[in-house]
């Protein structure tokens, strides 16, 4: 009687879904301690979004990045933050032990609520902070109602 390995398809899934974890996180993110030297191309600011009775408001963290250097737009119902954070070559790349901030091109798009007027957003930066305020219509704020007694 010949001996025969259980094949178990699940663990075989599981191996394929680890390695492509495995791919897309060295593809997609920015180097962890590797001394693959500078990384330089896309990279994405961490933003917090929040509302108000008045709007919604977005704030991204840009820091090294100018105010010339992003762009803020809105097109049919979508907010796309743009821009480029630029390596500046004070010191040469041979005297480096470590880098490990990102450099190059960036993008966020978020969807607007429909509650949102988009002729009324006005965007701010200071401190590498970029906040765009979304004005909501006028209809979309509370009302408050005053109850009477009869």
Avoid at 75 to 100: A, C, P, Q, T
């Amino acid at each position: 009687m010949a001996i025969v390995r259980w094949w178990d398809p699940m663990r075989d899934l599981a191996g394929i879904q680890d390695k492509m974890n495995q791919i897309f996180e060295d593809t997609f993110t920015r180097t962890r301690g590797r001394e693959e030297g500078l990384t330089v191309g896309m990279w994405t600011p961490a933003v917090d979004i929040y509302e108000t009775d008045s709007a919604v408001v977005v704030k991204a963290e840009l820091p090294g990045v100018q105010k010339e250097q992003v762009t803020v737009d809105v097109k049919d119902g979508i907010l796309s933050l743009r821009g480029e954070r630029k390596y500046e070559e004070e010191v040469k790349g041979e005297n480096f032990h470590r880098i490990e901030r990102s450099y190059g091109t960036f993008q966020r798009s978020f969807s607007l609520p429909t509650t949102v007027d988009q002729e009324k957003i006005s965007a701010t930066m200071k401190d590498g902070v970029l906040e765009v305020a979304l004005l909501k219509k006028e209809a979309a704020q509370p009302k408050q109602i005053n109850v009477t007694v009869k």
